[in-house]
Each structure stands twice: as C-alpha cells, then as structure tokens.
C-alpha cells in the first residue's frame, strides 16, 4: 500500500490510547474494556512542565494523580525548612490516592522533575459517576479500597517491627523497671 | 553639533512615526470602543435566553439523569424530556386557551377600573391622613401611583403583544439553548476549568463542583417554591368569587422569587381587585388571610423554605433592596425579578470559597501560623 494511505487510514495502536494506559493501572484491574473508554471521558490530562509544582504539602487534595509519561519527586520538608525527597514516581505510578475518598490536606509536596503528562482523576467527578453510574464507581472504589487496606496492613506491619525493635536506651530503661 | 543631532531625514522619518503611531492608537482606541459597542448591540436580546434556558437547564436537569441512569443515552434522554415537556405545555394550553383568551379579553377593559378604584382608595388615605396629621405636606401620591401603573400597563401590553417577534425569538432559542446546556453544559464547565493554569486547577475543578452544586440546588428550590405558592394562592383564591384567580395565582408565583418585597407586591393587584369587586367584607379578610398566612406563612415559611432553600443562601434585607434596584436600573421589571437571585448566587459562590478556604487553610494563609 502506498505510504500515504497507510499513514491515514493507521488506526492509533491500542497500545498508544489512554485507555489502554489506565487498563494497566492496578487500581483500575477491575474495569472492563467498556468501563476503560468511560473513564477516559472522566479523567483530566494534563501536561507539566520541567520543575513544575503539583501541590505542595497543606493544600487541600481532592484525587489522585497517575503519571503517564514523565518523572514526578514527591518530597516534604524537614523541621529546619530542609527539602528532604520521599520517592521517585515513574510511568504508572500514581500519588494522591488517599485524598480521593475523603477531604484531606496534602501530606507531601509534589514536583515533576522532567515533562509530564499526568492523569487526574478527582473526588468531584467520583460523586458526579457515583451517582450516574455507580457500578463503575464501585469497581474503582473497590479497588481503592483494596488498595489503601494493602497499605495500611504494611504500615501496621512495619509499625510493629518498629515497636518490638524500638530506640534501644529508653526502651531499655522502660523494660527494667517493669 | 546640534545640526548632528537630528538630520532632515531623521526628523522626517521621526515625523512619520509618532504621526503613525498615534493613528494607529486613535484607530485602535475607536475600534475598541466601537467593538465595545457592537458587542453591546449584539448580545442586547441573548441574555434573557440565554437566562431562562440555563434556569430551564437546572430544572430538567434531574429527570435526564434520571433516564441517563436507566440506561439511556444522553442525548436521546434529553430528547424525550423534550418531547414530555412540549407536549405538558402544549396540553396545558389547549386546556387553558379558550379561559385565557377570555380572560385576556375582560381584563383589558377592567384594568382601568381596577386603577382608578385604587387610586381612589389611595386619595381617601391620603385625605385620613391629611385629616389627622395636618401637618403632612400636600403629595401627589394619587396621582404618582396611576402614571406608574399606567406605565406599567403600557409596557405590559406593548411587551405581549407589540414584540411577538421577540416572544418568537425566545420560543425558538430557549429550547436550543436549553437542550446544548442539557447536552454539554458539563464539557463547557470541563473545558473552562481546563484553561487554569496546573498550579491552581484541582481547586479551581473542585471550587467549580462545589459552587455548581449549591447553585443547581438554589435554583431548583427558587422555582419550585414559586410554582407550589403561586398553585397554592390560586387555589385560595378560586375558593371565593373573586375573578382572575389563576392570574393573580401566576403574578404572586412571579413575585415570589424575590424575598421580602416580592410577596407584599404580589398580594396588591389581588386585594386591590377583591377591594373593588368584593368590597370589604368577609371575603376580603379570607383572601388577605390565603395570601399572608397560608401561602406566605404556612406554606412558604414554615414547609418550603426549610425544605428547599439551604439557609446561607439567604441574603440580608439590604441586599435585597440593593439588588432590586439594581437590577431595575439594568433591564427594567426583569431585573427587578432577577435581580435578587442574581445576588444570591454571587452570595452562594463567595461563601463557597470562603469555606474552601476554611477548611483547608490554604498556602500563603497557613504559614505564619507554623
């Protein structure tokens, strides 16, 4: 076929639409194909550029963000005002998960470190599906949930490993006089 | 030296510049107010459609959702909301037409005598007054009163049925307008939000959620509250023998929309028509009563407002008259109408972001607090 042809009748790979893209999300593995194209009409995209403040730690959080193409530091700041990073967020990562559900203030600051394109999905357009078609909004509620109890079980976890380890002097003292 | 300075040449081309340039700013000083103004002559008849088709926008709101969720399309709900909503209003004056064609007709002569009957009523308070507080100087109020309801009737009248060419502008472009706000009034809000900068716009979405919201729900509530007291007053009203019960039904229905005064004027064409028809006697005092206690009391106080409208849309009484006047400065009666809901809205959004701000103390606000 003639080289201009196929290059206008070339059908955009899967492999290149967002919805292919949010299908290999974990917190999204319970949506089918349908649902996939459904939330790519809910979603934001965004693109940042280089060095561009996300949020910072205090503002109030209404979702989560995936990182689609790009590199994203969420970092916080120290008691001496010292910019200390937490992690490194590449493609499919995504940060902000735990503000989706219910209003909370931001608990880190995040910057991309390169261009990015971010996915936002945000707790007004959840109410907004929730109530127009809440079997998707379950499916992603449910992952969420999923997701955010995994966590919390690791957190407790390693809580506890921290507890039985404690500081060694003052644990020590606490341990002799009971 | 000075001969260097500037050359003829140089002083020519200086010469043509500044000339250039200041054409060039008076062109543009023009066309900037001429752009001004031909955008002022262009959007002068959009507004009221533009209004009532937002209005109708949040009232059918709820029912396509509705379909939506039932699995229908989008589209094809509106369509059929449409097409119930057409024929609703098509049955209802089929009904209605041969009554109001009627009615139309009796008023036009009654309404002088109901005017000079109220006018009438007016100067013998005047000359009470005059009688026990002499000192009260000499007002024309008699006369203020029917050069303004004279007024008033002109407009009336030249508005129905001098302007069917704008009535026919509305009929066609409320709809139109109604069924694309119906259809992508979520895309527009989307897209708008979507031209703020990153920084700010997961506030901006949620703030443009948030307000949207509050304001669906006042506007629903509003128009509602109006329909419910205007059906309630008509229904008083056709308990006594006093004629155009279903008018004066709509007009108090009207009037309510606008808090405190609304009612008071709404309740005068009645009692002035049941003055006049009825005189003053025990039919009077029920109608009276059907205005003041059980459509504005009982019903609109004490079951409707609780109900409907969420309390800090509330404005203060100052507001109101502010805003009434106001609005009457801009477009006349409808501003009047329009006016006070206007102001709630504005109301509605600040106190949105106030409480935004509240809650999550935002950056810059927060940190002298650390």
Known sequence: ?178 | MPERLLTRAQLLLLFLVLTAGLASGLALFTSASRIVELLQKASTGIFLPILLSLVAAFLLEPVVSLLERNGLGRSKSIFLVFFLAASTLYLGVQLMNPHWQEMWKSLQSDLPRYIGKGVQLLKDVQANIHDHLPFVSEYDLPGKGKAFANRLIADLFAATTGSALKIGGLVLMVPLFTFFFLRDGQKIIRFSVGLSPNRHYEMVHDLVHLISRQLSHFVRGRILEAIIVGLVVWAGLAQTDIRYAPLLGLFAGITNLVPYLGPLVGMVPGLVIALVDLGMGGQFWWIVVVYLLIAQVIVDNFILIPVLISHFSNLHPLWVVLAIVMGGKLYGVVGMIIGVPVASIIKISLIEIRQYRRTFALPGSSHDLE
């Not at chain 1, 206008?8 to 299908?23: C, H, Q, V, W």
């Not at chain 1, 966590?151 to 921290?162: D, G, I, V």
Request: a negative charge; one cysteine or more.
């Open chain 1, 1 to 178: 076929m003639n080289p201009l042809w196929s290059n206008i009748f070339r059908k955009k790979p899967e492999e290149e639409s967002l919805a292919y893209f949010l299908g290999t999300i974990p917190l999204f593995s319970d949506l089918k194909n349908r649902d996939l194209h459904f939330l790519e009409s809910i979603v934001h995209q965004r693109h940042y550029d280089a060095g561009e403040v996300i949020f910072t730690e205090g503002d109030p959080g209404t979702g989560l963000y995936l990182v689609r193409s790009g590199k994203v530091s969420i970092y916080n700041h120290d008691a001496y005002g010292k910019r200390c990073s937490l992690v490194q967020l590449v493609q499919g990562d995504f940060f902000g998960e735990t503000t989706l559900a219910a209003p909370a203030n931001r608990a880190a600051s995040a910057r991309t470190t390169e261009q990015c394109e971010l996915i936002g999905l945000f707790r007004a357009d959840m109410e907004e599906i929730s109530k127009k078609y809440p079997m998707i909004a379950n499916k992603i509620l449910v992952g969420l949930a999923r997701l955010l109890s995994e966590r919390l079980h690791l957190a407790a976890q390693q809580l506890n490993k921290a507890q039985a380890q404690g500081p060694p002097d003052q644990d020590g003292e606490v341990r002799k006089d009971a």
